[in-house]
């Protein structure tokens, strides 16, 4: 996950609101997307953003871009345990044709 | 159809198999991809096929043969494989080619669940 950063692990009390962030270097970047994965599961594209938006909602999760800072970051509103995975934050590079992942944050949910 | 299909879900080899990775989409996505993924890391990408032709290939070694028939279908040889070879091989798919300009190409990504495979 060179070049795009974030934390590794986040715990929140179930039906709090989760806040996981992302830094990110290419400029160029003209998409940006959180995926999730459970244990033993591939990766599910869960939103996404166009570089030139600054929020995006749908349903519970909330992406705000902040393009001057290069930081992204994907809020799940009232957290339940099926939130529990590991979120990865994902550029797409024109310049590289290619989709670049961050490190991944655990996500855990506690009672 | 919205899945990605990957046979088989586990795989154990040794140093001197040929073994071969599967991976099928009836979505018309004329992109596939295959990632590796360590324990605890994120997908890195090893190969993508773009309209049947291999488009990328990140300096993987030659004991990974990727394979793409047709447009639903994606293959990946494996031959001769090390201990650290052994990670979750996932296969993704999607609806354009990479390589677009301007705006660039929203590329949403969909994955399999993966082969976890086990070399020793």
């Known amino acids: 996950g060179e070049d795009v950063e974030q934390s590794l692990f986040l715990s929140v009390r179930e039906g709090d609101s989760s806040v996981i962030n992302c830094t990110y270097t290419?400029?160029?970047?003209?998409?940006l997307y959180w995926y999730k994965q459970e244990p033993g599961a591939g990766l599910q594209l869960l939103t996404y953003?166009?570089?030139?938006?600054d929020m995006k909602q749908d349903q519970r999760l909330t992406v705000l871009l902040n393009k001057k800072d290069k930081h992204l970051s994907l809020r799940i509103a009232d957290t339940q345990t099926g939130d529990s995975a590991i979120y990865f934050c994902a550029e797409s590079r024109s310049s590289a044709s290619k989709i670049i992942f961050g490190s991944g944050t655990r996500l855990s949910i506690r009672p | 159809d919205t899945e990605v299909t990957q046979t088989p879900k586990h795989l154990v080899m040794g140093m001197t198999n040929k073994k071969s990775l599967k991976c099928e989409q009836h979505m018309g996505h004329r992109a596939m991809y295959w990632y590796k993924q360590k324990a605890k890391k994120p997908p890195e990408l090893m190969f993508v096929y773009s309209y049947e032709k291999l488009s990328i290939n990140e300096s993987v070694p030659s004991r990974f043969s990727p394979e793409c028939p047709n447009s639903s279908l994606l293959n990946l040889h494996l031959h001769a494989l090390q201990p650290e070879d052994s990670a979750l091989y996932l296969c993704?798919?999607?609806?354009?080619?990479?390589?677009?300009?301007?705006?660039?190409?929203?590329?949403?990504?969909?994955f399999g669940s993966g082969t976890q495979l086990s070399v020793l």
């Open positions: 290419d400029s160029s970047s003209t998409y």
């Open positions: 953003i166009f570089s030139n938006m």
């Open positions: 993704a798919s999607s609806h354009k080619a990479r390589g677009g300009t301007g705006m660039g190409i929203n590329e949403k990504l969909f």
